[in-house]
């Protein structure tokens, strides 16, 4: 049984930045073809995919978010981190981890075959 797992903070300070550990069991996040992604929903908004890692290694973003935004492993903890800098409170939202077979760069939620619970991040000063 694959299992994700977030965690975070929980409130940051406008400005700070920010770093979301996911840790996997059940599978290798190495394991060919697998992508891991990072998946947010602000209150009151629908989801918004925001980035990946692959079983490579490789990353992609959302555009306007790469500026701020990057990820990355430790394969011996067999775990994936979001990192966010200078956040504002636009970036309040719950976060997910989540995994997919494929690349995608959208958050349509039959794309992932896995999901973390998600864990709630607040900034605010």
């Known amino acids: 049984q694959v299992q994700l797992q977030e965690s975070g903070p929980g409130l940051v300070k406008p400005s700070q930045s920010l770093s979301l550990p996911c840790t996997v069991s059940?599978?290798?996040?190495?394991?060919?073809?697998?992508?891991w992604n990072w998946i947010r929903q602000p209150p009151g908004k629908g989801l918004e995919w925001m980035g990946a890692i692959t079983y490579s290694g490789s990353t992609y973003y959302r555009p306007y978010l790469k500026s701020r935004t990057s990820i990355s492993r430790d394969t011996s903890k067999n775990q994936f981190t979001l990192q966010i800098s200078s956040v504002t409170p636009e970036d309040t939202a719950v976060y997910y981890c989540?995994?997919?077979?494929?690349?995608?760069?959208?958050?349509?939620?039959?794309?992932?075959?896995?999901w973390g619970q998600g864990t709630q991040v607040t900034v605010s000063s």
């Open positions: 059940g599978c290798s996040i190495t394991t060919n073809y697998y992508y």
């Open positions: 989540a995994r997919s077979s494929r690349q995608i760069t959208t958050a349509t939620m039959r794309e992932y075959d896995y």
